[in-house]
């Protein structure tokens, strides 16, 4: 990876325009290092929104902001068809027919398993080209596992394909095929891929766990949800304190938490894998107000501030029933 990234900035070292296409994580992270070091950066996004696909709105909408305010050009709800030149990206064109010169692409979309070794050694794989396994991460054969990117991926609340490939996933995979290779072990298994998001712009971090506004309304989840901002130290006067966000979406009937959106300094990628621990283990808003959570006053929001904690506080007061 480090040689191929080598590679990639050397090649850009003569150029100043590059469009890099398609806003997701890496497209605004590969964007924002390269406005860093003085390059004239367009990003563009079919969708709304960058980061759209992880986030709802509100969060997504904060990202994009702060990418602009750094120097980022960007360009969302504009698809891009064609890249123009020949054998040298010189220009795009869009949907609608509009051109836009630049000097150099970088395409930040779509990724797929590459699973060629296996077909080719005939063990079943999806129509997605992922290579089939159960929830032990056993192949057909029984003397094969399969775990990460290339591995049969389910979604944790529906069960239903999931296209996400992440490092946490690939981790949990790796370590629960390694506890039943010799024997089985039937409460090791994979429960299912959450999406566990996080990224960095600046001194700001984003953060998701589990299922968003939308995906919950797509999904026809009944839910509410809650927010809250406060601040990670106390008092709110000490040098590095953040604001920090807090969104949470909770299923209606049950106050079980489905998901968490987060925003503020660096702290919150901790903070994401709380809300991941939260989502994984089906904890309940009444679990959040009711739970002991440790505070310093460098390190923390205050014990009576704690936006985590605010914001369960916030969408059980929406609950039919309150929890506490
Ligand atoms: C730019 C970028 C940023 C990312 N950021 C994050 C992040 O912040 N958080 C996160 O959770 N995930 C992130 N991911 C995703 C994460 O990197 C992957 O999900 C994870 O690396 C998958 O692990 P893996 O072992 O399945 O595959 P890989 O890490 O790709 O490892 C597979 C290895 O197998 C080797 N290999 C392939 N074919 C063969 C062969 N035939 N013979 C021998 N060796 C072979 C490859 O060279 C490679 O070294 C990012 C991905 C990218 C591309």
């Known amino acids: 990876m480090k040689v191929y990234l080598d590679d990639i900035q050397k090649s850009l070292e003569n150029f100043k325009k590059t469009v890099v296409i398609g806003a997701g994580f890496i497209g605004v992270e ?58 040298m990206a010189n220009g795009i064109t869009f949907e609608d027919g509009q051109t836009m010169e630049t000097e150099t692409v970088i395409l930040a979309m779509d990724y797929h398993p590459n699973s060629v070794l296996v077909k080719e050694a005939g063990l079943p794989i999806t129509d997605k080209g992922f290579i089939k396994v159960d929830d032990y991460m056993r192949t057909e054969n029984p003397d094969i596992f399969a775990v990460g990117d290339c591995a049969e991926k389910r979604d944790f609340f529906t069960r239903k ?109 901790e903070l994401t894998n709380t809300l991941g621990i939260i989502v994984q283990n089906k904890m309940t808003l009444n679990a959040l107000l009711t739970a002991q959570i440790g505070t310093h006053t460098l390190l923390t929001a205050s014990p009576a501030g704690y936006p985590l904690v605010k914001a369960a506080d916030n969408a059980s007061s929406k609950l039919f029933f309150r929890v506490n």
Do not use: W, Y
């Open 161 to 269: 394909p999931c296209p996400v490939m992440l490092a946490s996933t690939a981790c949990a995979e790796a370590r629960i095929a390694g506890m039943n290779l010799f024997k089985l072990s039937a409460i090791k298994t994979f429960i299912g891929t959450i999406s566990i998001f996080s990224t960095a712009i600046g001194d700001t971090g984003f953060g998701v766990a589990g299922i968003t506004e939308n995906m919950a309304k797509a999904e026809n989840f009944d839910i509410v949800t809650g927010s809250f901002e406060g601040i990670d130290r106390h008092p709110g006067t000490l040098n590095d304190t953040h604001k920090q966000f807090v969104k949470l979406i909770v299923g209606k009937e049950s106050g079980v938490i489905l998901g968490g959106e987060v925003t503020g300094g660096l702290s919150i990628g």
């Open 30 to 87: 590969i964007s924002d290092e390269l406005n860093k070091v003085g390059k004239e950066i367009t990003l563009i996004e079919k969708l709304p929104n960058v980061l759209r696909l992880a986030f709802d709105e509100d969060l997504a909408l904060r990202a994009e902001n702060l990418i602009k305010e750094r120097g980022v050009k960007v360009i969302t709800g504009k698809g891009v068809t064609e890249i123009n030149g020949n054998g």
